[in-house]
């Protein structure tokens, strides 16, 4: 049973999104039409880190192109947290894991709700 990137992409490309070429081992590039919220309409780039573990394991907070949020690098919680992002400087990382307990039965559909509710909340 395939698992981390490959089975990430195998569930992304189930749900019709196709993920950029030429990432990392690890990461993942997709488009990404923000559904809801004050960035409803807009067309941004969600990047991952997958861990080799996928789907026990979920990515952590996603990287978003371009920088929609003012960078917070110090905020104390994850709500409020935006970093520079290794994905590149057009890039900010927003410290948001996922939301509620992840048992490893999740998968792809799950992890792109809590993307959503993430857009819809800020």
């Known amino acids: 049973m395939p698992a981390g990137r490959e089975e990430f992409e195998r569930q992304l490309r189930e749900l019709g999104v196709e993920?950029?070429?030429?990432?990392?081992?690890?990461?993942?590039?997709?488009?990404?039409?923000?559904?809801?919220?004050?960035?409803?309409?807009?067309?941004?780039?969600?990047?991952?880190?997958?861990?080799?573990?996928?789907?026990?394991?979920p990515p952590g907070g996603p990287h978003v192109s371009p920088r929609l949020l003012p960078m917070n690098p110090n905020a104390p919680d994850h709500p409020n947290r935006t970093a520079?992002?290794?994905f590149g400087t057009e890039w900010q990382y927003w410290s948001r894991p996922f939301r509620g307990r992840w048992t490893g039965r999740q998968g792809v559909a799950d992890y792109l709700a809590h993307i959503d509710h993430l857009f819809a909340t800020i």
């Open 19 to 57: 993920p950029c070429a030429g990432q990392s081992d690890d990461r993942i590039i997709f488009d990404y039409a923000v559904p809801s919220g004050k960035f409803a309409g807009q067309q941004v780039k969600i990047g991952l880190v997958i861990p080799s573990d996928f789907a026990r394991t």
């Open 84 to 86: 520079d992002s290794p």
